[in-house]
Nanobody
Framework: QVRLVESGGGLVQAGGSLRLSCAAS????????MAWYRQAPGKQRELVAA???????NYANSVKGRFTISGDNAKNTVYLQMNSLKPEDTAVYYC??????????????WGQGTQVTVSS
């Protein structure tokens, strides 16, 4: 069993910053990749940022230069630092981890989601 708990969402004004955290617990052997997705009302869920265990990162064009993803493998935690926030960043943000458990089962696990609202 793997559980992901997200935190750090909230309401900020345009231009402000937030840092999201996603901590995984359970019988984790290793984490291959970490990612953040978001879903705004009436829109499809989209990939925001991802990082592999090797350190390779990917960002959506809409957040490049403003968001930074990082992971702490020792703590099984992924972060998303969000700067220069815009109203269009408003969405529910979900973390996703590619996890191998202690019994060598590999699969993706999702956080519960955290609301980010950016006012103009």
């Amino acid at each position: 069993q793997v559980r992901l708990v997200e935190s750090g969402g909230g309401l900020v004004q345009a231009g402000g910053s937030l840092r999201l955290s996603c901590a995984a617990s359970g019988s984790i052997f290793s984490i291959t990749a970490m990612a953040w997705y978001r879903q705004a009302p009436g829109k499809q869920r989209e990939l925001v940022a991802a990082v592999t265990s090797g350190g390779t990162t990917n960002y959506a064009n809409s957040v490049k230069g403003r968001f930074t993803i990082s992971g702490d493998n020792a703590k099984n935690t992924v972060y998303l630092q969000m700067n220069s926030l815009k109203p269009e960043d408003t969405a529910v943000y979900y973390c996703n981890l590619d996890v191998t458990t202690s019994n060598y089962y590999r699969g993706n696990y999702w956080g519960q989601g955290t609301q980010v609202t950016v006012s103009s």
